[in-house]
């Protein structure tokens, strides 16, 4: 019960700051569309220090546990919401402008948000569905999961940049009027090689880490054999994540949505299917 109420108390406080995690989300586009990656790279740079000093004087020195570290993420994302709308004011784009959007323009939304929406919203039934499953069958395997999924969490934000790359240039070489198949195709070729390079190394150094240094993570022995068993479906997951990042991006980028949606939908369908 206590544990409970130490979560509802948590999801309040995260329930205030979810409007300024969306504002750092929605400036975070514009500002890469226009090439400014130094803006997002301050915001975060900042806010990170602030959530860091945050927890621990709100934690360990002040005494407020789970609500301390809520307030300080919290304070942390309102900080870094105003710094990225600055950047978009100083680029000319008028972020404190609010206007009611036209019928058309709603619909122009949704057709490009709405193939977006069922992506990220397949990825997060996937994973739900995994945790569920590794739930079920018994602490040494959700123990085994978290760590993996932890590790995996941190080695796949690697391959990002490549599909925020791809998003960004992607557009002018299609579209845009300095429009240049060849150079697209070119950036694709690198983006794959890159994201194929990366995910080598990745699933290596990854794969490594819980092979032979697992007491790094629990001196459980049964944990540490559920690890060991799949850890080449992991190395695999590891090794194509950022090839995949940077094919999303330029599926993104080209607003072939469609495709996007459908596969994703399949590949939760199939995912779906495998765990029972």
Same mark, same amino acid.
């Given at each position: 019960?206590?544990?409970?109420?130490?979560?509802?108390?948590?999801?309040?406080?995260?329930?205030?700051?979810?409007?300024?995690?969306?504002?750092?989300?929605?400036?975070?586009?514009?500002?890469?569309?226009?090439?400014?990656?130094?803006?997002?790279?301050?915001?975060?740079?900042?806010?990170?220090?602030?959530?860091?000093?945050?927890?621990? /004087?709100?934690?360990?020195? @002040?005494?407020?546990?789970?609500?301390? %570290?809520? #307030?300080?993420?919290?304070? *942390? !994302?309102?900080?870094?919401?105003?710094?990225?709308?600055?950047?978009?004011?100083?680029?000319?784009?008028?972020?404190?402008?609010?206007?009611?959007?036209?019928?058309?323009?709603?619909?122009?939304?949704?057709?490009?948000?709405?193939?977006?929406?069922?992506?990220?919203?397949?990825?997060?039934?996937?994973?739900?569905?995994?945790?569920?499953?590794?739930?079920?069958?018994?602490?040494?395997?959700?123990? /085994?999961?978290?760590?993996? @999924?932890?590790?995996?969490?941190?080695? %796949?934000? #690697?391959?990002?940049?490549? *599909? !925020?790359?791809?998003?960004?240039?992607?557009?002018?070489?299609?579209?845009?009027?300095?429009?240049?198949?060849?150079?697209?195709?070119?950036?694709?070729?690198?983006?794959?090689?890159?994201?194929?390079?990366?995910?080598?190394?990745?699933?290596?150094?990854?794969?490594?880490?819980?092979?032979?240094?697992?007491?790094?993570?629990?001196?459980?022995?049964?944990?540490?054999?559920?690890?060991?068993?799949?850890?080449?479906?992991?190395? @695999?997951?590891?090794?194509?994540?950022?090839?995949?990042?940077?094919?999303?991006?330029?599926?993104?980028?080209?607003?072939?949505?469609?495709?996007?949606?459908?596969?994703?939908?399949?590949?939760?369908?199939?995912?779906?299917?495998?765990?029972?």
């Amino acid at each position: 019960m206590e544990f409970l109420l130490l979560n509802c108390q948590d999801c309040e406080y995260l329930l205030l700051h979810f409007i300024f995690v969306s504002l750092n989300t929605l400036s975070l586009s514009p500002s890469l569309g226009m090439k400014d990656s130094w803006g997002p790279l301050k915001a975060l740079a900042v806010s990170s220090a602030i959530n860091g000093i945050g927890d621990v /004087a709100l934690c360990i020195f @002040l005494g407020y546990g789970i609500a301390g %570290a809520a #307030w300080a993420t919290m304070v *942390s !994302q309102v900080v870094a919401a105003y710094m990225m709308i600055e950047a978009l004011n100083k680029k000319g784009y008028n972020a404190f402008a609010i206007s009611i959007p036209t019928f058309d323009e709603l619909l122009s939304v949704l057709a490009i948000a709405g193939p977006v929406f069922v992506t990220l919203t397949a990825k997060v039934i996937f994973y739900s569905i995994l945790v569920y499953f590794a739930t079920s069958m018994g602490t040494h395997t959700v123990a /085994a999961h978290q760590v993996l @999924l932890q590790t995996y969490a941190m080695s %796949a934000v #690697w391959g990002e940049p490549l *599909s !925020q790359t791809a998003q960004s240039f992607m557009p002018e070489l299609i579209y845009g009027v300095n429009r240049s198949l060849p150079k697209a195709r070119m950036l694709l070729k690198s983006l794959v090689t890159i994201g194929a390079t990366l995910g080598l190394i990745l699933g290596i150094i990854g794969t490594a880490v819980p092979r032979f240094f697992p007491n790094i993570f629990t001196p459980d022995v049964k944990v540490i054999q559920e690890m060991h068993k799949v850890l080449l479906p992991y190395f @695999l997951a590891l090794a194509i994540t950022p090839s995949t990042h940077s094919l999303e991006g330029t599926l993104l980028a080209g607003r072939d949505l469609r495709f996007i949606s459908l596969s994703m939908t399949g590949c939760l369908a199939f995912g779906a299917l495998i765990p029972p």
